[in-house]
């Protein structure tokens, strides 16, 4: 009798501990310096196993980021019952895919237009499905109010991609409820206006050099360090792309010229809002109208700042990251003084989420003046003392 081959299958679930792996790797070290072989080692598989469930690392990044939106709008379907369910079924999400947010931003980028582009629809698609929640909730809202506030939510979700540290899980799901229901029950349409000079434009830079840093930061954002090359920063500026090592030995130390700019610029102006308030309440909301104003003006710094870090040198990277920290502890601090008894956990949380919904509201409709004071109402909404809208 002939001997029966024996059928190898492969592990259930093994495709998605691969996209856990990849998500994680890509969210702490940046798509570019991770491998295939590098995932494939953490799952526990040779390098070939990998590519049969994926065939390139591209499609992984895609699928990574595709598996995290799928999850949004599961939970989006789960939350159709009202903004308490909705922002409860939103939190599971925000904790349990916490890198998604930095894949969207920031490693997204990198994959090709029509991939990007799709992934872009099934987003627009899941606020899509928030807003007749909302709307039913909250009916003297303008359909666009509507939107904005469900864009704040996942922003202020997804800013938990951007530290560690996370209180017990029972405890960090009732803290981004809270601060989800936070956010939908603010009142975009009370915005107040930002002083013109929030508004104004950029000054025109004085020298080649400062053009130089100008370009980078735009083209930096729009397409990622490594899609940039020295021809196209020369184009920018008008010259030829070996001519920026005369202003740069390299594109890495334009980059964290760049960032460096950016630091002094963001730090200049919210320290002097800081430093002219009379009392901890009056810095948190000078503080928060001047992050407003900085982030309309310069919403290509901030991107870069958040996207462009892990690409510097060792050095660089440390100076960013304790420039990240020393801000970071500062607003906490501000914080704990004006909302007495908030906890560490919370004061981080809300203020991630503070620069996160800012970071991303400026890229949103409408106009930069109305912009701004709405950004204004939904940063009060997550800072401000309870009870203050």
């Not at 080649?208 to 940039?228: P, Q």
């Not at 010229?257 to 000078?286: F, I, K």
């Not at 407003?292 to 960013?320: I, K």
Request: glycine letters at 8%.
């Amino acid at each position: 009798m002939a001997t029966e081959r024996a059928v190898v299958r492969r592990p259930p679930g093994r495709r998605a501990v691969i996209l856990a792996a990849a998500e994680g790797q890509f969210h702490r070290r940046g798509y570019h310096q991770v491998s295939m072989a590098e995932v494939a080692a953490e799952v526990g598989i040779t390098a070939p196993a990998l590519y049969r469930h994926f065939r390139s690392k591209p499609e992984l990044l895609r699928s990574a980021v595709a598996a995290g939106l799928d999850a949004l709008r599961e939970a989006v379907r789960a939350g159709a019952g009202g903004p308490e369910q909705l922002c409860a079924a939103l939190a599971e999400v925000a904790i349990d895919h916490r890198a998604l947010g930095t894949l969207w931003q920031r490693d997204a980028r990198l994959l090709p237009p029509a991939q990007r582009a799709e992934l872009g629809r099934e987003l627009r698609a899941a606020v899509a499905g928030m807003v007749p929640v909302v709307a039913a909730a909250r009916p003297e809202l303008e359909r666009l109010d509507a939107e904005l506030l469900c864009w704040s939510v996942l922003s202020a979700y997804g800013g938990l991609s951007n530290h560690s540290f996370a209180p017990p899980r029972r405890r960090f799901e009732a803290l981004l409820r809270t601060l989800g229901g936070d956010l939908l029950a603010a009142d975009p349409a009370a915005a107040p206006s930002l002083p013109a000079a929030a508004e104004g434009p950029e000054p025109v830079p004085a020298s080649r050099r400062e053009e130089l840093l100008a370009a980078a930061v735009r083209l930096f954002h729009a397409r990622g360090f490594d899609n940039v090359s020295t021809d196209r920063l020369g184009a920018a500026v008008g010259i030829a792309g070996p001519s920026v090592y005369k202003h740069f030995a390299t594109k890495a130390e334009l980059l964290a010229a760049a960032l460096v700019r950016c630091r002094e610029r963001l730090a200049r102006e919210v320290s002097a809002a800081l430093d002219g308030a009379a009392s901890p309440e009056e810095a948190l909301a000078a503080g928060l109208a001047a992050y407003v104003g900085f982030a309309v003006r310069h919403s290509d710094y901030l991107g870069v700042m958040v996207s462009e870090t892990e690409r510097l040198a060792p050095a660089d990277r440390r100076a960013a990251v304790d420039f990240r920290r020393d801000f970071l502890r500062t607003w906490v601090g501000l914080l704990q003084q004006v909302r007495p008894g908030c906890e560490d956990a919370e004061a981080r949380i809300r203020v991630h989420a503070m620069f996160a919904l800012v970071n991303d509201g400026v890229r949103l409709p409408p106009g930069a003046g109305e912009r701004a004071g709405r950004l204004l109402v939904l940063g009060r909404a997550v800072l401000g003392p309870r009870g203050e809208r």
